[in-house]
């Protein structure tokens, strides 16, 4: 898979594309995206996948942060691990959602020299989000020579779904059911970070994990994880939240995970965490002992639902 930064790095030939945020490629985006593929390889056409940075909803005022599931270079590593040739993450600005559909259906046509697009059924873009279905199809038609191809939506119990339903179920720490929309366990990576000591010198070390401040984090509490790191597996209990017993007036939420049975240092190193379920809230205690006697608890629970998923 190539990634590029904006269309303007890119000249293919007879691509097939499909076009969207596609941010956390869940369910829904995961078709799409094997239907492209299982279209365009056979006939010799690279599948590519454009999206955009930042997010439309962000420029145009519609979303506030944090929002994202996936980092742009995460969207795109899932996208060619889907089967996607090229990963365009164009620009978004006021100036691109000002563009026509019909001057933006040019630009692709000189970039990819495209002849198939994929998209869901209630897409559209260009300003005013004038490029709709039946427009898309007419510019097919009648100026730019490419087919078009309307996948129908994927639904989960009856309802669509969606990245916002994804970021719903993160808000109330439902990560059960966000690995059910995505496909896969909610998941967060970064760079092991210097805390503050705090774990080491009560018994239960724990790694801080630096998370883009754009992020999507599950609702503060206690969770179940898998922490990867240094080319293995481990379980882990993960803490999102402020820490009340040590921080009186908290700031910005901390990520930070008790990798069982684990013992290297990680400093620097790159930690994934997939969140696998629920334990309970971030609680503010009467003493350390009391933290810590519950922080024990929470392990051994962790340790026994670790074991029943691997039965």
């Not at 239907?35 to 599948?47: E, I, Q």
């Not at 962000?58 to 996607?84: C, D, I, M, Q």
């Not at 209630?122 to 078009?148: K, M, P, Q, T, V």
Request: glycine residues 8%; contains cysteine; charged residues 25%.
């Amino acid at each position: 898979m190539r990634h590029f930064g904006s269309l303007e790095e890119v000249q293919l030939q007879n691509s097939w594309l499909t076009i969207g945020s596609f941010d956390g490629v869940h369910r829904g985006h995961q078709e799409i995206v094997n239907r492209l593929t299982a279209g365009a390889h056979p006939v010799g056409s690279p599948a590519v996948v454009l999206t955009f940075f930042p997010h439309p909803a962000f420029v145009l005022g519609k979303r506030e942060k944090p929002f994202y599931l996936t980092s742009p270079e995460e969207r795109a590593e899932l996208l060619g691990a889907l089967g996607a040739d090229v990963v365009i993450t164009h620009p978004f600005d006021r100036q691109v959602a000002s563009t026509s559909a019909y001057n933006f259906m040019a630009k692709l046509k000189e970039h990819l020299d495209l002849k198939h697009l994929i998209v869901g059924e209630d897409f559209a873009l260009g300003r005013n989000r004038e490029g709709n279905i039946s427009a898309l199809r007419r510019l097919g038609e009648e100026d730019f020579d490419y087919s078009l191809e309307v996948m129908p939506p994927v639904t989960n119990t009856g309802e669509k779904i969606s990245s916002s339903q994804i970021r719903s179920a993160l808000a109330v720490g439902n990560v059960e059911r966000a690995a059910e929309l995505l496909g896969r366990p909610y998941a967060l990576t970064g760079e092991v970070i210097h805390g503050d000591g705090r774990g080491r010198a009560i018994g239960v070390p724990t790694a801080n994990l630096e998370v883009w401040a754009d992020r999507c984090l599950p609702k503060t509490g206690i969770y179940v994880c898998k922490a990867h790191v240094l080319g293995a597996t481990w379980g882990a209990v993960t803490n999102v939240g402020y820490r009340p017993t040590f921080e009186p007036q908290p700031t910005a939420p901390i990520v930070e995970a008790y990798i069982m049975d684990f013992d290297r240092q990680i400093y620097g190193e790159k930690l994934r965490l997939e969140f696998l379920s629920r334990l309970r809230d971030e609680l503010r205690f009467s003493s350390v002992d009391a933290l810590v006697e519950q922080m024990r608890e929470d392990i051994k629970i962790a340790r026994e639902r670790l074991a029943e998923e691997n039965t």
